[in-house]
């Protein structure tokens, strides 16, 4: 599936709670503090998409089954989120240098140069 498409805002704030089993003063304490930011409709509604809705279930997971505070909460999602873009990152590095080898073995093959 099309991240765009899978991203789209679509929950107002009512179907966001009931998704995650909080509040709906809970998620409008997280937008506050930064954990979680809705996209808002022309008339200023709050619409979640499905990376939030998963965002505020680890949240969720991370403070009632873990214990951990809204603070620790913010860091270990933004380091989650940092390795998840390394990773992304990392495989592309990974793609760009199998096509160079690729390249270069071609270039190597054509000119009657054997590598193992």
Same mark, same amino acid.
């Given at each position: 599936? &099309?991240?765009?498409?899978? &991203?789209?805002?679509?929950?107002?704030?009512? /179907? !966001?709670?009931?998704?995650? #089993?909080?509040?709906?003063?809970?998620?409008?304490?997280? +937008?506050?503090?930064?954990? /979680?930011?809705? +996209?808002?409709?022309?008339?200023? /509604?709050?619409?979640?998409?499905?990376? #939030?809705?998963?965002?505020?279930?680890?949240?969720?997971? $991370?403070?009632? +089954?873990?214990? /951990? &505070?809204? !603070?620790?909460? #913010?860091?270990? $999602?933004?380091?989650? %989120?940092?390795?998840?873009?390394?990773?992304?990152?990392? %495989?592309?590095?990974? !793609?760009?240098?199998?096509?160079?080898?690729?390249?270069?073995?071609?270039?190597? #093959?054509?000119?009657?140069?054997?590598? %193992?």
């Amino acid at each position: 599936m &099309n991240d765009q498409v899978s &991203n789209e805002p679509w929950y107002v704030i009512s /179907v !966001a709670s009931r998704m995650v #089993d909080l509040h709906p003063q809970t998620l409008r304490y997280y +937008e506050r503090v930064g954990l /979680v930011v809705p +996209e808002r409709s022309a008339g200023s /509604v709050r619409l979640y998409s499905p990376g #939030d809705i998963e965002r505020l279930r680890k949240i969720r997971r $991370l403070t009632s +089954e873990l214990g /951990v &505070n809204l !603070a620790g909460a #913010d860091v270990i $999602l933004r380091l989650t %989120d940092t390795i998840e873009q390394l990773h992304v990152e990392m %495989d592309e590095m990974h !793609a760009a240098l199998e096509t160079e080898i690729q390249r270069l073995r071609r270039r190597l #093959d054509e000119r009657g140069i054997v590598v %193992d």
